[in-house]
């Protein structure tokens, strides 16, 4: 919801435990390296993200954890204990050195690893070594940990990913545990007895098929998702695509960026402490789709208009959100944004490819 901006807003199981660090009562917002650097990142980027983060307003927005990708492991693990270590070219000071660098900043540090034998990028995964890891991760501290499912030997991802949960569990540090297995094996089905999150598609791409599929896959598997564990559907793709280079920088952000990441209602709608995930109420292939949610102070819906011109959408609040009486509308991504009270519906005109935020309470039953 990178330096391109590389956000991230993230909307039952067998196993002998369940995760229960009392994190993520809302879906974790911050920063991640992958999608503008992909696995090529090093200490002097990271801190200066984390400067950034603070000096442009996300710290104070929610975006609290920094979180690496892949490529910050060194090619082997250490020949004396067999502990994972940092590529010392990239990372000179340490994981320590840097994850106290980002606290100070106020922020959250996360880091990536593997549940299989290497990484994507052939560096060591953590399969085998979960315990050992985890350790390794608490003592450098880590906030987050994003586990990816990569060279993972055809072995039950229940199985391999419940390792890693127990272990870090054992550890008495809290860290969040993203579960990113692409999807495969319906995590959403038992991702909430393991993690925090868990990756509900490929990865995503800033691209507009890219962004459709991504969407397409959560039409049926919303209500998955609640306090302590999220369905989560890749970062989010603001300022990528076809901006240049230097547009999509962090460090100096166009103001039409800034102005979607830093939406501070929308912004409270994804952190709403009821933690309720919309739902889609309709759908027309082609052409348009309507999303409506619960909020702790009132009702969400999203109207968004798929087709490659202008549309008018209706929202029929008996309908589509099973409310009654004068309803208050407030249009979340306009300047302008209270519409007035309506009875029965509110239609709307949306740009192609566009989509507005309705925030809506009742003012009196009719």
Request: overall charge negative; charged content about 15%.
């Amino acid at each position: 919801m990178r330096i391109l901006i590389s956000l991230f807003i993230i909307i039952f199981a067998t196993g002998t435990s369940c995760l229960n660090n009392d994190l993520g009562k809302t879906p974790a917002m911050g920063w991640n390296s992958y999608n503008h650097f992909g696995c090529t990142v090093n200490e002097t980027i990271v801190k200066g993200i984390a400067d950034a983060m603070v000096e442009y307003g996300f710290l104070n927005a929610g975006y609290t954890y920094l979180n690496l990708d892949c490529g910050w492991s060194n090619h082997n693990r250490s020949q004396i204990n067999n502990s994972l270590i940092p590529n010392p070219n990239a990372f000179p000071n340490g994981m320590t050195d840097l994850a106290e660098y980002v606290h100070n900043k106020g922020l959250l540090f996360g880091i990536y690893g593997d549940a299989g034998t290497f990484d994507c990028v052939n560096n060591p995964g953590s399969l085998g070594f979960e315990e050992l890891d985890a350790q390794t991760f608490a003592a450098w501290g880590v906030d987050y940990l994003k586990y990816d499912n990569c060279n993972n030997s055809d072995i039950s991802p229940i199985i391999r990913y419940s390792k890693m949960r127990d272990a870090l569990i054992a550890t008495n540090r809290s860290i969040y545990y993203s579960i990113c297995n692409w999807g495969e094996f319906d995590p959403f089905i038992w991702g909430h007895e393991i993690g925090n999150s868990w990756r509900t598609t490929v990865d995503i791409h800033p691209s507009w098929d890219s962004i459709m599929f991504t969407l397409d896959q959560q039409r049926n598997i919303s209500n998955f998702s609640g306090p302590g564990g999220w369905n989560d559907p890749d970062m989010l793709e603001i300022g990528n695509g076809d901006l240049t280079f230097d547009e999509q920088k962090l460090r100096n952000p166009p103001n039409d960026t800034l102005a979607i990441a830093l939406n501070e209602k929308i912004i409270a709608i994804n952190q709403d402490p009821l933690g309720r995930a919309v739902e889609i109420v309709e759908f027309v292939d082609g052409s348009y789709e309507i999303w409506t949610g619960i909020l702790s102070d009132g009702y969400v819906a999203v109207l968004f208009n798929r087709e490659s011109i202008a549309s008018y959408i209706t929202l029929n609040f008996e309908t589509h959100c099973d409310i009654h009486g004068l309803i208050a509308v407030t249009d979340l991504w306009d300047a302008d944004p209270f519409k007035g009270n309506y009875s029965f519906g509110y239609t709307a005109q949306i740009p192609s490819h566009g989509v507005i935020v309705l925030k809506l309470q009742v003012v009196k039953i009719i």
